[in-house]
């Protein structure tokens, strides 16, 4: 088994350490850099705010993001569906009864 490694990543202008494996090690990194450009546009965007409100502000922009790609997944899964379901049927209409 491979041990984790510790990890660390600025969010905020503050040092977060962590432990991943290594194949994760990277793509931690990735999230943590996302995660604090996406912070760093609240904070330009919303100086006054507290920390409280830009960590939710931060949270609520991922999770639209999130929803915003699982919505056109879904779509991209229907669009498949549909396409084997009408290759299926032309397929069946080839086959001598």
């Avoid at 396409?83 to 080839?94: E, I, P, S, V, W």
């Amino acid at each position: 088994m491979t041990r984790p490694l510790p990890v660390d990543v600025m969010i905020g202008g503050k040092t977060y350490r962590f432990a991943a494996p290594p194949d994760q090690v990277e793509r931690l990194q990735a999230i943590a850099a996302r995660v604090d450009a996406v912070l760093g546009d609240i904070k330009t965007n919303e100086p006054h705010a507290d920390r409280d409100r830009q960590t939710i502000l931060c949270c609520l922009t991922l999770m639209s993001d999130l929803a915003d790609a699982e919505r056109k997944l879904d779509d991209q899964v229907s669009a498949v569906t549909q396409f084997h379901r009408m290759l299926a049927d032309r397929l069946q209409g080839l086959i001598p009864a």
